[in-house]
């Protein structure tokens, strides 16, 4: 089994140079993206599994291990978990 995320369909986003705001209604919760965490959130645009995300990370960030890859985008995803900006879905299926 392996884990699905995608945006939050309530959350606003707007972009800030090379980093991205994103907006919570609900909560009246702003939070400013980095670069790395910017492209995990565009990458979201469709759902996506952690270790696609950071095989996105490793193609588009020079110097970036695949280790690194995966524990940057779990712990990127974890926070958005947590801050209710993503949503995931166990899935029984291969890569996404």
């Known amino acids: 089994m392996s884990t699905l995320y995608s945006r939050s369909a309530s959350i606003e986003t707007a972009p800030l140079q090379e980093e991205t705001i994103l907006f919570n209604p609900a909560k009246n919760q702003f939070c400013v993206l980095n670069r790395t ?8 645009a469709v759902p996506a599994s952690t270790d696609i995300l950071a095989e996105g990370l490793c193609k588009n960030f020079s110097g970036v291990t695949l280790v690194d890859a995966l524990r940057d985008a779990d ?5 958005m978990l947590s801050l209710n900006f993503v949503v995931g879905e166990l899935t029984t299926g291969g890569k996404q």
């Open 37 to 44: 965490a910017s492209f995990i959130w565009n990458s979201l």
């Open 75 to 79: 712990k990127t995803l974890q926070e």
